[in-house]
């Protein structure tokens, strides 16, 4: 379990590094995403959420049709405000934040498969290690990293901190962020 | 004059001599010169759908024309080393004018979008100094699944900067990277998938862009991971200076 601190620090550091888009929008791939980063893998996946018309009444099925439709004719890889025109249903706070945190369990499960003994590691390190697998995915984590695979596994927080770095565009501030967080895991731990 | 001049690993003569076919050097014998090699554009030139008004496709914008051209949206950019220095950013000519300060999107989300921009408009300014090529060894070859056998290992997909092929490394893409599997897309682009990601290679244009008088190709990698935000457009431009030996690079953006 993520104690509440470090849930508050996720949802703040994913909102600051991916955005949080209160509609419809297409990644960077031109898949159909809302909220923090959260993918809608098809039209039925759009349908199950709460989303919501600008008078404030509930979407019908053919209203979030109707949105998912009108991006697929559109580029991907925009900022998300190129989107807003194009689309007339938002989704409510508190429906960005239910699935943010779900988001964070699915990654949360993936990581403890990762790495064993991931909940015993020090908070900063488990910060650091969700930071990177909502950038990179669970499966280049697991098969592109093994200099800093190795130093997890050694508990070397200060190795993981020197082999911690993204390339571009991933910015000199969240690098430096994930660097900090691993070497402040070295010295908790000392 | 007749002048060959050695600029990185590759000889490089000035147009008078390729014009007179004195030859370079002994070792590297000039291909034979193929007419009618004028620059091209592939569908990895995204810049024009990029803007604000995007040209006509009748019409005879020039690459200098889309460097003046408004972006589809302004990004608020601040070098990496200055960040209190951000400012509104809308045309490529603007932002190439600065691009040595490593600009970067204020808002981090924005990191993508950006990047294709970036690398659109380094590509664009290619474009506009490109000049027809009077000989290649590119000739016809395809871009197709076969591409990792001919590339530089430089294009292998490297999201932890521990873990990234250097510059100048010998070996190509396939022997770093054997599991890839390719899937053309469009006539000049190919989707590759690997165990830890995907990448779409497409040709951005063909032209002698470094005016050596030989024909040098362009082309973007769009590098996408699974079920993760990264996303990254990398752009490299190539040179074949033997019939059938593998691709060099001659410049490659980001700078690493």
Redesign the interface.
């Known amino acids: 379990m993520l104690s509440a601190h470090e849930n508050a620090v996720l949802m703040r550091k994913l909102e600051?590094?991916?955005?949080r888009v209160p509609h419809m929008y297409l990644?960077?791939?031109g898949y159909v995403t809302v909220g923090v980063?959260h993918l809608l893998a098809d039209l039925a996946a759009a349908q199950k959420l709460a989303f919501a018309r600008a008078n404030g009444s509930a979407a019908s099925a053919d209203d979030i049709r109707g949105d998912f439709e009108s991006l697929l004719t559109l580029?991907g890889?925009?900022?998300?405000?190129?989107y807003r025109p194009h689309v007339r249903l938002t989704l409510p706070e508190q429906e960005i934040d239910r699935l943010t945190t779900a988001h964070i369990s699915s990654f949360h499960r993936e990581l403890q498969t990762i790495y064993p003994g991931f909940d015993g590691f020090p908070t900063p390190a488990r910060l650091a290690l969700f930071d990177l697998?909502?950038?990179?995915?669970?499966?280049?984590l697991r098969?592109?990293?093994?200099?800093?695979n190795a130093a997890i596994r050694a508990r070397d927080w200060a190795g993981a901190a020197?082999?911690s770095?993204?390339?571009?565009?991933?910015?000199?501030?969240?690098n430096q962020y994930v660097r900090n967080l691993f070497e402040e895991a070295a010295t908790v731990t000392q | 004059m007749n002048a060959c001049i050695s600029l990185s690993a590759r000889p490089v003569c000035t147009l008078t001599v390729i014009a007179l076919l004195t030859g370079c050097s002994a070792n590297t014998p000039l291909p034979p010169p193929r007419s009618g090699v004028e620059p091209a554009v592939g569908t990895g030139f995204t810049l024009p759908?990029l803007l604000a008004v995007p040209p006509q496709a009748d019409s005879a914008a020039s690459a200098h024309d889309l460097l003046d051209a408004a972006w589809?949206?302004t990004f608020e950019l601040a070098p990496?080393r200055t960040?209190e220095a951000a400012a509104p950013y809308a045309t490529c000519s603007a932002y190439l004018e600065r691009a040595h300060e490593q600009l970067?999107p204020v808002?981090?989300?924005?990191?993508?979008?950006?990047?294709?921009i970036a690398a659109m408009c380094e590509a664009t300014a290619l474009i506009a100094q490109a000049r027809p090529a009077a000989h290649s060894w590119i000739g016809d070859a395809a871009i197709d699944e076969a591409l990792p056998v001919h590339l530089p290992a430089e294009f292998a997909?490297?999201?932890?900067?521990?873990?990234?092929i250097p510059a100048g490394d010998e070996r190509r893409w396939a022997e770093v990277e054997p599991d890839i599997k390719g899937h053309r897309l469009t006539v000049d682009s190919v989707r590759f998938s690997h165990?830890?990601?995907i990448q779409e290679i497409a040709l951005v244009a063909r032209a002698d862009f470094d005016g050596d008088g030989i024909e040098d190709l362009l082309l973007l990698s769009r590098d996408?991971?699974?079920?993760?935000?990264?996303?990254?457009f990398r752009l490299f431009l190539l040179t074949r200076l033997e019939n059938g030996e593998p691709y060099r690079t001659i410049r490659l953006f980001?700078r690493s």
Do not use: K
């Open positions: 600051r590094y991916e955005g990644d960077a791939r980063g580029p890889n925009r900022l998300a405000a190129y697998i909502f950038n990179v995915g669970a499966s280049n098969t592109a990293w093994p200099s800093l020197t082999h770095r993204r390339a571009p565009p991933v910015s000199a501030q969240r | 759908a589809y949206a990496q960040p970067a808002d981090e989300s924005a990191a993508a979008a950006f990047m294709e997909l490297r999201v932890a900067e521990s873990g990234r165990p830890h990601g996408y991971v699974d079920a993760g935000s990264y996303a990254a980001p």
